[in-house]
């Protein structure tokens, strides 16, 4: 992989303490790319002993970093986003390179990390606290806000530079060191970007990259259980994000966790369908359906369930499959041989249960191991796997409902509660059915949050 700045990235290291950690030949894992499954590079399977130094050292930069105003964080911040954008090109080469998503995906994804950069810079050094009106006239009662301490996060590998900018950058604002474990399929865009960091001026410290393979469970210990880390932020699946903050009440940490979803995408018949056909396409084949808040289930009104249908094979069928570095590719191959094997499953899964395949339904040998072809399927009952978990692939089941109330409760069928979109162009639906759909975030005649 050639990059216009060989110093974003150093063979067989990890970053902790502002430097480059190298190990021996023995202690490496190796980075895939999946469109052709070969090595691109190899980074450090570090133990949980090199985990716990990263967090001592994260502890000597708090004790920096919180002494320093907010203005100068936010200086530093400021520095940290003209480095990434300064760097657009060459990190976007190394997001394509060991994620799979298309070059276009990965330069909006690093204008996307940048912009959660750009917004703690500004929100460093306006830190405020209050002051609450006592009781009795002769005290004062002041809230004065202080960076709760270092921060262990865990990141996942569909986003691999906004995952971390979005946890990092409000740390660093707040005046918090971080230690960060990113995905073992995805470690490379973190190095990059806490190398970017550091020279930016952050103190040594400040943001630890511990990446693992082997001893991911022994370092989720570490960052989860030891005393010195006070807050722990996790973004990735609901079964390990339980698991992970059942471990932080040892400790009585703060946590933060964005788990998985199973988002509905609901058009109603007085939707204007040709809008509604792109913005499905838009948030269901996002990084090849890989993304917790991409569309899970599709809901069409009865009266327009076939005419949508059409208008979204035609559109399916146009995707061009293959690798996320040529130009011409507008869907990617999926992160893993085991990903494939799910999405392959909830299709087959779907066809023994009534459902047509209009579009697609296959794996892409031609292409390589980690791709499958964008797949539509109709008629798709809702006991069908694809309607009760994530896909996390590039499959579009269409589901039909009768009425308003219907689709609320199809939408609200699911024990997940991340995300859910809806078209229509009546006013008093629109609130009604963003207020009933039972998820955290709505979107309303939009295709991403």
């Known amino acids: 992989m050639a990059l216009h700045n060989n110093?974003?990235?150093?063979?067989?290291?990890?970053?902790?303490?502002?430097?480059?950690?190298?190990?021996?030949?023995?202690?490496?894992?190796?980075?895939?790319?999946?469109?052709?499954?070969?090595?691109?590079?190899?980074?450090?399977?570090?133990?949980?002993?090199?985990?716990?130094?990263?967090?001592?050292?994260?502890?000597?930069?708090?004790?920096?970093?919180?002494?320093?105003?907010?203005k100068h964080r936010g200086q530093l911040l400021r520095e940290w986003f003209r480095l990434i954008m300064q760097a657009k090109d060459d990190l976007a080469d190394i997001i394509t390179a060991e994620n799979g998503k298309t070059i276009s995906e990965a330069r909006g994804e690093v204008s996307y990390a940048a912009d959660f950069v750009d917004w703690y810079a500004g929100a460093a050094p306006r830190v405020q606290g209050t002051v609450v009106e006592s009781s009795?006239?002769?005290?004062?009662?002041?809230?004065?806000?202080?960076?709760?301490?270092?921060?262990?996060?865990?990141?996942?590998?569909?986003?691999?530079?906004?995952?971390?900018?979005?946890?990092?950058?409000?740390?660093?604002?707040?005046?918090?060191?971080?230690?960060?474990?990113?995905?073992?399929?995805?470690?490379?865009?973190?190095?990059?970007?806490?190398?970017?960091?550091?020279?930016?001026?952050?103190?040594?410290?400040?943001?630890?990259?511990?990446?693992?393979k082997a001893h991911t469970i022994d370092i989720g210990r570490v960052l989860t259980q030891h005393p010195i880390i006070r807050k722990f932020s996790f973004t990735g699946s609901t079964a390990i994000g339980k698991l992970l903050a059942s471990q932080c009440t040892t400790t009585m940490k703060r946590v933060s966790l964005e788990l998985g979803g199973n988002a509905p995408f609901v058009i109603f018949d007085d939707a204007d369908l040709e809008a509604a056909a792109e913005a499905i396409m838009a948030s269901k084949f996002r990084l090849s359906g890989q993304t917790c808040v991409c569309t899970n289930r599709v809901y069409a009104q009865t009266g327009i369930y076939q005419e949508l249908a059409s208008i979204l094979a035609a559109k399916?069928?146009?995707?061009?499959?293959?690798?996320?570095?040529?130009?011409?590719?507008?869907?990617?191959?999926?992160?893993?041989?085991?990903?494939?094997?799910?999405?392959?499953?909830?299709?087959?899964?779907?066809?023994?249960?009534?459902?047509?395949?209009?579009?697609?339904?296959?794996?892409?040998?031609?292409l390589g191991d980690a791709f499958f072809e964008p797949t539509l399927l109709v008629d798709v009952p809702a006991d069908a796997l694809c309607a009760q978990e994530e896909t996390f692939g590039p499959v579009l089941p269409l589901f039909k409902f009768e009425s308003d109330q219907d689709a609320i409760n199809l939408a609200n069928d699911t024990n997940f509660g991340l995300a859910g979109y809806f078209f229509t162009e009546n006013v008093h639906k629109a609130w009604t059915v963003a207020e009933k759909?039972?998820?955290?975030?709505?979107?309303v005649l939009l295709s991403r949050l």
């Open 136 to 212: 009795d006239s002769t005290k004062r009662v002041l809230v004065i806000k202080q960076p709760v301490g270092v921060v262990g996060i865990i990141t996942p590998w569909n986003f691999p530079a906004a995952m971390i900018t979005r946890k990092v950058a409000a740390a660093l604002a707040a005046g918090c060191s971080c230690v960060v474990k990113p995905a073992p399929e995805t470690p490379l865009t973190a190095l990059a970007l806490a190398s970017l960091a550091a020279q930016a001026g952050f103190p040594p410290g400040s943001f630890n990259i511990v990446t693992t």
């Open 7 to 70: 110093g974003l990235l150093q063979a067989n290291s990890a970053f902790i303490n502002g430097k480059w950690l190298q190990a021996k030949d023995d202690q490496l894992f190796d980075v895939l790319d999946p469109a052709t499954w070969t090595p691109i590079a190899a980074v450090p399977d570090l133990t949980q002993a090199e985990c716990i130094k990263a967090v001592q050292f994260a502890d000597s930069a708090l004790h920096k970093l919180s002494a320093m105003t907010g």
């Open 316 to 366: 399916v069928k146009s995707l061009i499959l293959g690798p996320g570095g040529d130009a011409n590719t507008t869907i990617g191959p999926l992160i893993t041989k085991t990903a494939v094997a799910r999405v392959e499953g909830h299709v087959k899964d779907a066809f023994s249960k009534g459902a047509k395949v209009i579009v697609g339904g296959r794996r892409a040998p031609s």
């Open 437 to 443: 759909m039972d998820v955290g975030m709505v979107c």
